[in-house]
């Protein structure tokens, strides 16, 4: 501070000072295309995610001692697979480069790649958006269940929980069912394709399967988002029910499923009816033969008994006895002219006593009635119980004549 | 009884009920109907209490 001015300004630091833009130029002519900062691979975690509307992505890389700040062009950032999320771990390749608005030397990221969990979560996305536009997850492919199913299919590991909860819940709720298992592998490299045999083993034995795995890590139930496993369930010929992992769990196996199921044991309710309401529906179902059966029975009765008051037999019976004594009587202290009258009379009163009689079918087939019965042998009492071509039988007093029905004619009401 | 499935005889049951409901059938017919139903609840009965579970395993090819 203590010098002139002047004696600064002409000072040769002065005059030989480079400008920022100068000081930027050359960092960035040594940065950008040197060999070693030229299509870098970088392993590091995701911090401070910037997506403005200009279609650019910002974000930093870093790892437990440094950072760099990152830089995805629109082009590159759009063809982005996966949500660039805080806290993922990434590989990027790009080339190191100096932005001289800001100074700052930072990675231009041309692909970023989950690893770890991000690279599951990014297989989960391709395969769900293929299948999707495939149609395979669309509400109409989804079959309804059978209500009451003979056999169940049962794909899942044997020495899993998953068997013992689904094993459980038909024992106790549907105990008709057959249960056919047909074990695999449900984590691993060599599950998927041990699902899908498992799965397709099925084909043609069962009414309905349940795919089971009890719960475990995102990467446990990995197999479970595997497309083969997802092209198996489609093609399935009975309904399936996915019951994966717990409530929060979401396959690609559940998209595709006929019904998703929470849980195992969920899912062993899903596919069956529960006995206790079977039982109920069947006693129901014995009140009502039982009651209609008594209506029916106590309709038939009256109908018998109005009949039986209608006819009074016995009363005629005796009347019409009473007026033959009477008329016997009074023809002994009668004259012969007037005698012959009364026994014209009393055969009146025979004959009607003879009518009296004829109440029995028999006697009804005598006075020249028929009874027809049909093919079956079984009594036709309406012109509904035979059909036009019909061979019929016409019993009469002495015999029987076969005959065919030509035409049905209703009695106008 | 012919061997049937549960729900078919539950059917079949079903539809003895709604005959004999409905009110049309003959004396001799709807006797025969309601000892047919009672016949196949009895039926559905025994197969319901008498089930035990029955597990088989597919194996691997």
Avoid at chain 1, 189 to 211: F, H, Q, T
Avoid at chain 1, 237 to 262: K, M, N, Q, Y
Avoid at chain 1, 282 to 310: H, K, V, Y
Avoid at chain 1, 330 to 338: D, I, T
Wanted: aromatic residues 4%; contains cysteine; proline residues 5%.
């Amino acid at each position: 501070m203590g010098e002139p001015v002047q004696s600064l300004l002409s000072s040769p630091g002065v005059r030989d000072a480079l400008s920022v833009t100068e000081l930027v130029r050359a960092l960035r002519s040594v940065v950008g295309g040197h060999p070693a900062l030229t299509d870098v691979l970088v392993r590091g975690e995701v911090g401070n995610v910037s997506r403005p509307p200009s279609g650019l992505a910002y974000f930093t890389l870093k790892d437990g001692a440094a950072q760099v700040p990152c830089v995805m062009f629109r082009t590159a950032a759009a063809a982005l697979r996966f949500e660039l999320r805080e806290g993922i771990e990434v590989l990027v390749s790009g080339d190191v480069d100096v932005f001289p608005a800001k100074g700052q030397t930072q990675l231009v990221a041309r692909d970023v790649r989950p690893i770890g969990r991000g690279a599951f979560w990014l297989a989960f996305e391709q395969v769900r958006d293929r299948l999707e536009a495939e149609g395979l997850f669309a509400p109409e492919r989804k079959r309804a269940l059978p209500r009451f199913p003979r056999r169940i299919g049962l794909v899942t590991s044997e020495a899993g929980a998953a068997m013992h909860d689904v094993l459980a819940v038909l024992g106790k709720r549907y105990p008709l069912v057959e249960v056919l298992v047909s074990p695999c592998l449900v984590q691993g490299d060599a599950a998927p394709a041990s699902i899908v045999a498992a799965l397709d083993r099925l084909a043609g034995r069962v009414d309905v399967a349940i795919l089971a795995r009890g719960g475990g890590s995102v990467e446990d139930l990995w197999a479970f988002n595997d497309e083969r496993v997802a092209r198996a369930i489609a093609r399935s010929p009975v309904p399936i029910v996915s019951a994966v992992g717990h409530e929060v769990d979401v396959t690609i196996a559940d998209f595709v499923a006929d019904v998703r199921a929470p849980t195992p044991s969920a899912a062993a309710v899903l596919a069956t009816p529960d006995a206790g309401e079977i039982r109920a529906r069947l006693a129901s179902m014995r009140a009502a033969l039982d009651g209609r059966i008594r209506e029916r029975l106590a309709t038939g009765r009256d109908r018998i008994a109005s009949i039986a008051a209608r006819l009074q037999p016995a009363g005629m019976r005796t009347r019409i006895q009473d007026a033959r004594h009477r008329l016997d009587a009074a023809a002994g202290s009668l004259g012969r002219e007037v005698r012959r009258v009364l026994v014209t009379l009393r055969d009146g009163v025979r004959s009607a006593a003879a009518r009296l009689e004829a109440v029995s079918p028999m006697a009804t087939i005598a006075r020249g009635f028929a009874i027809v019965t049909g093919e079956d042998g079984a009594l036709v009492g309406s012109i509904a119980a035979v059909s036009p071509g019909d061979e019929i039988t016409v019993h009469v007093s002495d015999g029987a004549l076969a005959a065919v029905v030509e035409e049905r004619r209703r009695n106008a009401r | 009884m012919t061997e049937r499935t549960f729900e078919e005889a539950l059917a079949e049951l079903q539809a003895k009920v709604d005959a004999l409901s409905a009110g049309h059938l003959p004396l001799a017919d709807a006797l025969r109907t309601y000892e047919e139903g009672v016949a196949l609840v009895r039926l559905c009965t025994e197969r319901l209490e008498g089930a035990d579970l029955r597990v088989s395993r597919l194996s691997g090819d």
